[in-house]
Protein backbone atom coordinates (compact mmCIF):
# COMPACT_ATOMS: atom_id res chain seq x y z
CA UNK A 1 0.00 0.00 0.00
CA UNK A 2 1.34 3.38 -1.01
CA UNK A 3 -1.09 6.41 0.71
CA UNK A 4 -0.66 9.89 -1.04
CA UNK A 5 1.84 11.46 1.18
CA UNK A 6 4.67 8.90 -0.02
CA UNK A 7 4.82 6.46 2.68
CA UNK A 8 4.96 2.60 1.29
CA UNK A 9 3.33 0.38 4.00
CA UNK A 10 3.95 -3.70 3.52
CA UNK A 11 3.78 -6.60 5.89
CA UNK A 12 6.59 -8.82 5.78
CA UNK A 13 5.33 -11.91 8.14
CA UNK A 14 5.75 -10.25 11.42
CA UNK A 15 7.68 -7.39 10.06
CA UNK A 16 6.35 -4.12 9.04
CA UNK A 17 8.48 -2.16 6.50
CA UNK A 18 7.34 1.78 6.54
CA UNK A 19 9.33 3.31 3.07
CA UNK A 20 9.01 6.86 2.78
CA UNK A 21 8.73 7.39 -1.17
CA UNK A 22 9.11 10.93 -1.93
CA UNK A 23 12.75 10.34 -4.19
CA UNK A 24 12.30 14.24 -6.10
CA UNK A 25 12.08 15.68 -2.39
CA UNK A 26 14.52 13.40 -0.97
CA UNK A 27 11.96 12.30 1.23
CA UNK A 28 11.22 15.22 2.84
CA UNK A 29 9.04 14.67 5.59
CA UNK A 30 5.78 16.90 4.92
CA UNK A 31 2.79 16.79 7.03
CA UNK A 32 1.03 14.54 5.83
CA UNK A 33 3.79 11.82 5.75
CA UNK A 34 4.38 12.77 9.12
CA UNK A 35 0.88 12.32 9.88
CA UNK A 36 0.85 8.65 8.05
CA UNK A 37 3.94 7.87 9.95
CA UNK A 38 2.33 7.98 13.76
CA UNK A 39 -0.74 6.45 12.31
CA UNK A 40 1.11 3.85 11.16
CA UNK A 41 2.70 3.41 14.83
CA UNK A 42 -0.25 4.46 17.00
CA UNK A 43 -3.67 4.28 14.74
CA UNK A 44 -4.08 7.93 15.35
CA UNK A 45 -6.17 8.45 12.30
CA UNK A 46 -9.05 6.86 10.87
CA UNK A 47 -7.02 6.00 7.42
CA UNK A 48 -4.51 3.99 9.42
CA UNK A 49 -4.08 0.51 8.73
CA UNK A 50 -3.57 -2.02 11.58
CA UNK A 51 -1.33 -0.05 14.02
CA UNK A 52 1.99 -1.83 14.74
CA UNK A 53 2.13 -0.32 18.24
CA UNK A 54 -1.43 -1.86 18.66
CA UNK A 55 -0.87 -5.43 16.29
CA UNK A 56 -0.20 -8.79 17.61
CA UNK A 57 0.96 -9.64 14.42
CA UNK A 58 3.32 -7.13 13.81
CA UNK A 59 6.59 -7.92 16.21
CA UNK A 60 9.04 -5.23 14.70
CA UNK A 61 8.78 -2.44 12.23
CA UNK A 62 11.64 -1.09 9.60
CA UNK A 63 11.96 2.50 8.63
CA UNK A 64 13.77 3.00 5.13
CA UNK A 65 13.59 5.26 2.62
CA UNK A 66 14.22 5.56 -1.41
CA UNK A 67 16.63 6.79 -4.06
CA UNK A 68 19.57 8.90 -2.57
CA UNK A 69 18.10 9.68 0.64
CA UNK A 70 16.60 8.76 3.59
CA UNK A 71 15.38 11.90 4.38
CA UNK A 72 16.37 14.93 4.53
CA UNK A 73 13.85 16.02 7.29
CA UNK A 74 11.07 18.44 7.40
CA UNK A 75 9.84 19.61 3.96
CA UNK A 76 11.71 23.32 4.01
CA UNK A 77 9.19 24.05 0.42
CA UNK A 78 5.90 23.38 3.21
CA UNK A 79 7.23 25.16 5.43
CA UNK A 80 7.99 28.31 3.11
CA UNK A 81 4.69 28.07 1.84
CA UNK A 82 3.22 28.49 5.33
CA UNK A 83 4.94 31.08 6.24
CA UNK A 84 4.35 33.32 2.51
CA UNK A 85 0.77 32.68 3.81
CA UNK A 86 1.06 34.09 7.40
CA UNK A 87 0.75 30.86 9.06
CA UNK A 88 1.99 30.44 12.51
CA UNK A 89 5.23 28.56 13.22
CA UNK A 90 4.84 26.61 16.42
CA UNK A 91 7.81 24.49 18.34
CA UNK A 92 7.87 21.18 17.83
CA UNK A 93 6.37 20.54 21.59
CA UNK A 94 3.85 23.17 21.25
CA UNK A 95 1.81 21.39 18.58
CA UNK A 96 -1.34 19.89 18.81
CA UNK A 97 -0.52 16.84 16.92
CA UNK A 98 2.01 14.31 18.16
CA UNK A 99 5.44 14.37 17.65
CA UNK A 100 6.40 11.76 15.21
CA UNK A 101 9.95 11.32 16.75
CA UNK A 102 8.28 11.22 20.21
CA UNK A 103 5.68 8.39 19.05
CA UNK A 104 8.25 6.58 17.54
CA UNK A 105 10.50 6.17 20.62
CA UNK A 106 7.21 5.09 22.31
CA UNK A 107 6.34 2.37 19.94
CA UNK A 108 6.77 -0.77 22.27
CA UNK A 109 7.72 -2.88 19.08
CA UNK A 110 11.54 -2.84 17.98
CA UNK A 111 11.95 -0.19 15.44
CA UNK A 112 15.18 -0.59 12.78
CA UNK A 113 16.22 2.45 10.57
CA UNK A 114 17.86 1.09 7.39
CA UNK A 115 19.52 4.53 6.55
CA UNK A 116 19.77 3.98 2.46
CA UNK A 117 21.39 7.67 1.66
CA UNK A 118 21.77 10.66 3.22
CA UNK A 119 20.14 11.24 6.75
CA UNK A 120 20.23 14.96 7.85
CA UNK A 121 17.92 17.01 10.03
CA UNK A 122 14.83 15.94 11.09
CA UNK A 123 15.53 12.68 9.00
CA UNK A 124 18.76 12.04 11.41
CA UNK A 125 16.10 12.95 14.21
CA UNK A 126 13.85 10.28 12.73
CA UNK A 127 16.75 7.58 12.50
CA UNK A 128 17.80 8.95 16.25
CA UNK A 129 14.17 7.73 17.44
CA UNK A 130 14.74 4.43 16.38
CA UNK A 131 16.27 1.78 18.14
CA UNK A 132 18.85 0.06 15.75
CA UNK A 133 20.58 2.21 12.82
CA UNK A 134 22.69 0.37 9.66
CA UNK A 135 23.72 2.23 7.07
CA UNK A 136 24.91 2.61 3.78
CA UNK A 137 28.25 3.35 3.16
CA UNK A 138 29.58 7.02 2.87
CA UNK A 139 26.28 8.47 3.60
CA UNK A 140 25.92 11.81 5.64
CA UNK A 141 24.73 12.15 8.92
CA UNK A 142 23.76 15.57 10.16
CA UNK A 143 21.98 18.40 11.70
CA UNK A 144 22.30 21.43 10.06
CA UNK A 145 19.07 23.30 11.41
CA UNK A 146 21.94 26.21 12.96
CA UNK A 147 22.38 26.89 9.59
CA UNK A 148 18.87 27.59 8.50
CA UNK A 149 18.12 28.98 11.77
CA UNK A 150 15.61 25.98 13.10
CA UNK A 151 16.52 24.44 16.25
CA UNK A 152 16.74 20.30 15.80
CA UNK A 153 15.02 20.05 19.20
CA UNK A 154 15.09 16.26 19.44
CA UNK A 155 18.24 15.81 18.08
CA UNK A 156 19.98 18.09 20.75
CA UNK A 157 18.45 16.14 23.68
CA UNK A 158 19.18 12.85 21.90
CA UNK A 159 22.60 13.21 19.73
CA UNK A 160 24.44 14.29 23.44
CA UNK A 161 23.00 10.63 24.73
CA UNK A 162 24.01 8.95 21.74
CA UNK A 163 28.01 10.28 21.06
CA UNK A 164 30.79 11.77 22.95
CA UNK A 165 29.06 15.35 24.15
CA UNK A 166 31.51 17.34 22.71
CA UNK A 167 31.38 15.75 19.28
CA UNK A 168 27.41 16.13 19.64
CA UNK A 169 27.76 19.83 20.07
CA UNK A 170 30.75 20.27 17.64
CA UNK A 171 27.89 18.81 14.94
CA UNK A 172 25.02 20.57 16.54
CA UNK A 173 27.29 23.80 16.51
CA UNK A 174 28.46 23.60 13.21
CA UNK A 175 25.99 22.09 11.07
CA UNK A 176 28.72 19.88 10.08
CA UNK A 177 28.15 15.63 8.96
CA UNK A 178 29.91 12.67 9.61
CA UNK A 179 29.85 9.89 7.16
CA UNK A 180 28.46 6.59 8.29
CA UNK A 181 31.72 5.03 8.77
CA UNK A 182 32.44 7.61 10.99
CA UNK A 183 29.02 6.97 12.72
CA UNK A 184 29.46 3.15 13.39
CA UNK A 185 33.13 3.87 15.08
CA UNK A 186 31.51 6.10 18.05
CA UNK A 187 27.83 3.56 17.94
CA UNK A 188 25.49 6.13 16.56
CA UNK A 189 25.33 3.20 13.83
CA UNK A 190 25.75 -0.20 14.50
CA UNK A 191 27.00 -1.23 11.82
CA UNK A 192 27.45 0.04 7.56
CA UNK A 193 25.77 -2.52 5.08
CA UNK A 194 26.34 -2.92 1.27
CA UNK A 195 23.89 -1.02 -0.40
CA UNK A 196 22.30 -4.11 -2.04
CA UNK A 197 22.10 -5.79 1.30
CA UNK A 198 21.01 -2.93 3.36
CA UNK A 199 17.40 -3.77 3.19
CA UNK A 200 17.74 -7.50 3.59
CA UNK A 201 20.50 -7.25 6.24
CA UNK A 202 17.62 -4.60 8.14
CA UNK A 203 14.81 -7.19 7.37
CA UNK A 204 17.02 -10.05 8.42
CA UNK A 205 17.50 -8.62 12.24
CA UNK A 206 13.64 -7.27 11.94
CA UNK A 207 12.90 -11.23 11.33
CA UNK A 208 15.18 -12.94 14.34
CA UNK A 209 14.04 -10.19 16.94
CA UNK A 210 9.78 -11.50 15.85
CA UNK A 211 10.82 -14.54 15.89
CA UNK A 212 11.29 -14.10 19.90
CA UNK A 213 8.78 -13.73 23.00
CA UNK A 214 6.75 -10.41 21.95
CA UNK A 215 5.56 -9.91 25.63
CA UNK A 216 10.16 -10.22 26.90
CA UNK A 217 10.77 -7.90 23.92
CA UNK A 218 8.74 -5.23 24.69
CA UNK A 219 9.42 -5.66 28.23
CA UNK A 220 12.94 -5.19 27.73
CA UNK A 221 11.91 -2.12 24.90
CA UNK A 222 10.25 -0.29 27.69
CA UNK A 223 12.56 -0.61 30.32
CA UNK A 224 15.91 0.26 28.44
CA UNK A 225 13.81 3.42 27.54
CA UNK A 226 11.95 4.63 30.70
CA UNK A 227 14.47 3.67 33.07
CA UNK A 228 17.61 5.56 30.93
CA UNK A 229 18.47 8.28 33.27
CA UNK A 230 16.49 6.61 36.27
CA UNK A 231 19.74 5.11 39.44
CA UNK A 232 20.25 1.76 39.23
CA UNK A 233 18.03 0.75 42.34
CA UNK A 234 15.42 2.70 40.87
CA UNK A 235 15.30 1.69 37.36
CA UNK A 236 15.22 -2.05 38.62
CA UNK A 237 12.24 -1.47 40.55
CA UNK A 238 10.52 0.45 37.91
CA UNK A 239 8.12 -2.35 36.76
CA UNK A 240 7.10 -1.53 33.48
CA UNK A 241 5.14 -2.85 30.16
CA UNK A 242 3.94 -5.96 31.03
CA UNK A 243 5.53 -9.03 32.77
CA UNK A 244 7.12 -11.65 31.13
CA UNK A 245 7.59 -13.78 34.28
CA UNK A 246 4.09 -14.60 34.65
CA UNK A 247 3.04 -14.52 31.06
CA UNK A 248 1.67 -17.91 29.03
CA UNK A 249 4.78 -17.07 26.42
CA UNK A 250 7.02 -17.69 29.78
CA UNK A 251 5.50 -21.06 30.19
CA UNK A 252 6.02 -21.66 26.44
CA UNK A 253 9.35 -20.73 25.88
CA UNK A 254 10.47 -23.03 28.02
CA UNK A 255 8.33 -26.19 27.76
CA UNK A 256 8.88 -25.83 23.79
CA UNK A 257 13.22 -25.43 24.28
CA UNK A 258 12.64 -28.55 26.59
CA UNK A 259 10.69 -30.13 24.20
CA UNK A 260 12.97 -29.42 21.01
CA UNK A 261 10.66 -27.43 18.96
CA UNK A 262 9.78 -23.99 18.22
CA UNK A 263 7.93 -21.64 20.31
CA UNK A 264 4.11 -20.81 19.62
CA UNK A 265 3.64 -17.16 21.14
CA UNK A 266 0.31 -15.71 21.78
CA UNK A 267 1.98 -12.71 23.06
CA UNK A 268 0.48 -12.62 26.47
Keep these: MRTDSGLVVEDRGHVRVLTLDRPERRNALSTALQADLVA ?10 ESAAESADVRAVVLTGTGPAFC ?4 LKEIRALDE ?14 SLFEVVTETWVPTIAAL ?28 PEARIGMGANFGS ?38 D ?7 L ?3 E ?18 KTEDLPLWQALRLDVGPDPYTSEDRAEGIAARLEGRPPRWRGR
Design 196 to 202: AELLPAA
Design 40 to 49: QLLAATESAT
Design 157 to 194: VVLPRRLPRGLALELLFTGDTITSEDAVRHGLVNRVVP
Design 204 to 206: ALA
Design 116 to 143: NGATVAGGLELALACDIRLAAPGIPLGL
Design 208 to 225: RIAANAPVSVRRMKETSV
Design 85 to 98: AGARFRAPMKRPER
Design 72 to 75: AGFD
